[in-house]
């Protein structure tokens, strides 16, 4: 399988910036697609931004401007950096990777998540 970490969260003040990082490790086969969900309290999960291996990017509406997403091919990670952060980007951030992974010698297609980190920004 594949586990994905994630690192960066915290509280910030309105306006500020916050990094988040995730690391993907396990039985890794091949990653297509790295991306940011984020979901707040009462409501649904909401992709944040996403990144292919050839480099094209997704952003939500409600970030673009704000937000860069970066991947590194070769080390199976992925960035977000927000800058301009509003009380209405606080959520629970979640990795997410879809791919494939290597099980009892057979690759198998994968859609995986990491636990998440909080993002709580202060007006």
């Known amino acids: 399988q594949v586990q994905l970490v994630e690192s960066g969260g915290g509280l910030v003040q309105a306006g500020g910036s916050l990094r988040l990082s995730c690391a993907a490790s396990?039985?890794?086969?091949?990653?297509?697609?790295m991306g940011w969900y984020r979901q707040a309290p009462g409501k649904q999960r909401e992709l944040v931004a996403d990144i292919r291996s050839g480099g094209s990017t997704n952003y939500a509406d409600s970030v673009k401007g704000r937000v860069t997403i970066s991947r590194d091919n070769a080390k199976n990670t992925v960035a977000l950096q927000m800058n301009s952060l509003k009380p209405e980007d606080t959520a629970v951030y979640y990795c997410?990777?879809?791919?494939?992974?290597?099980?009892?010698?057979?690759?198998?297609?994968?859609?995986?998540w990491g636990q998440g980190t909080q993002v709580t920004v202060s007006s």
């Open positions: 997410n990777a879809q791919g494939a992974h290597i099980s009892s010698g057979t690759v198998n297609l994968g859609n995986y």
């Open positions: 396990g039985s890794v086969f091949s990653i297509n697609v």
